[in-house]
């Protein structure tokens, strides 16, 4: 691409792998949380609802200083993954994605969840009546009729993945080729004298790839519900 070092590149790459990998891994969870906010009763409900929005009103510092504290080398959770799976997440692009996930899965929910709750409750009990179980009741009627919903969460969380900063500098810190995303490769630019230049052509990356991904969630979803609607 004109005009972009091969730093650049590089975290443009990175920026689309880590936004991926956070869409894809947190979408299951947000379906699950969605479906039981938006159906389910159970104690702790609100609590469960707080904890799952909590990372849009804490300031993004605190959500990374709180990734590195459960996900860090000395972590509990950052022990269990290295031991169990081999994973690691600090300093590593894996812990910008976890960050990424984090802060977009709220996102996720919300677009779900009005979703979930938009169907009908009648059209699912109607074909539990016909002897079909639960889970397939979801899979042949709620799914179908939630699929733009889940588009829309699908985008917006990749979205805030491009986008995300605070909690992805905090938790793994600005390492090229492995943790400098699109917006730390911003940030940096913008530290160096005479950057101004390169920061501005990455905005306009950042920009344009946030915009296809939402013109493109609104097409696809456009066509989803049109093909629902006359099914």
Do not use: C
Request: no cysteine; glycine share 10%.
């Amino acid at each position: 691409m004109p005009g972009l070092s091969a730093e650049d590149l590089q975290a443009l790459v990175l920026s689309l792998q880590v936004a991926a990998t956070a869409t894809a891994v947190a979408l299951p969870f947000a379906l699950a949380a969605a479906y039981l906010l938006a159906r389910k009763s159970f104690p702790g409900k609100q609590l469960f609802n707080g904890l799952v929005h909590l990372p849009l009103v804490l300031p993004p510092v605190v959500t990374g200083y709180i990734l590195l504290l459960a996900f860090g080398r000395h972590g509990p959770l950052g022990i269990l993954f290295a031991d169990l799976f081999g994973l690691t997440f600090i300093f590593r692009w894996t812990g910008a994605a976890l960050a990424a996930g984090v802060m977009g899965f709220p996102l996720m929910v919300r677009a779900i969840r009005l979703a979930i709750e938009a169907v009908d409750p009648k059209l699912e009990d109607a074909a539990a009546t016909l002897g079909a179980a639960r889970p397939w009741v979801f899979l042949t009627v709620t799914l179908p009729l939630i699929l733009p919903g889940i588009l829309a969460g699908a985008v917006l969380g990749f979205a805030r993945g491009l986008g995300e900063f605070g909690a992805t500098i905090t938790f793994v810190s600005n390492i090229p080729g492995q943790t400098r995303t699109l917006p730390l490769a911003i940030y940096s630019e913008l530290q160096v004298p005479g950057g101004e230049p390169a920061a501005l052509r990455l905005v306009i990356i950042a920009t344009v790839f946030a915009m296809a991904a939402l013109m493109i969630s609104e097409l696809v979803a456009t066509r989803v519900a049109r093909r629902i609607g006359g099914a």
